[in-house]
């Protein structure tokens, strides 16, 4: 499937955030998603998932124009950078509601399963935030929408949700804006820069140095 966003216009106030900005992410590809602090990355998700409304924007799924949110048509997931996770449930409740096996969780870390009847609550800021990515990353979406899934994550865990997704991009469109972008340019299959509110198309890691990135 191919998920287009096009000529988005955003403002806040009388600010202008984005410019005429094309973004495009498609099944069997990670499109990662670069730029500095404030420079939009968050509010392009916002706008592609449907739930951010801007002046202008066209969103096309296989060449065909939508008009309806992506969220109320497919089943498009987005990971806020904020915390989202009820404290108040357990963890088989919350991987039952996002259609995620616990048991391939568990056998991926194995230090989770003492928790298998606690609940939420229980987790410090890093575990929490690693079941949060999970959950997105494995519910069976036709894209997700990742925003900074790496922070606050162990190196380790990091590696292994790296291995993951690229798994599961053969089933999914997955985009991933994170600041880590080492990691990011490592598992990306397609790159965009977002800086004063216009996005470029970038070959590499040499780009993003030309761009004065990193
Ligand atoms: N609800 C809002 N009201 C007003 N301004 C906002 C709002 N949300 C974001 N902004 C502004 O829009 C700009 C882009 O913010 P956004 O969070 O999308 O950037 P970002 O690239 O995700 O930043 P970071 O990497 O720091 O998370 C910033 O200048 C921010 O202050």
Redesign the pocket.
Known sequence: MKFELDNVELY??Q?Q?LYSIYFKAETGKITGLL??????????M?VFFGNLNCHNKLVRINDQGTLKPLYKKHRVKLLP?HDFLPNNINFKKIFNFFEVEWSYFVQTFPSFEKYSSEKIGKLSGGEKRLISVWLILKSPAELVLL??PFTHLSPLYIEIIKKEMTAEKENKGIVI?D?MYHDIVEISDDLYF?KNGNIKKIADKEALKGLGYC
């Open positions: 806040f106030g600010k955030v730029g500095p602090n404030g420079s939009g990355k968050s509010s392009l916002r950078q925003d900074e804006s600041h977002l």
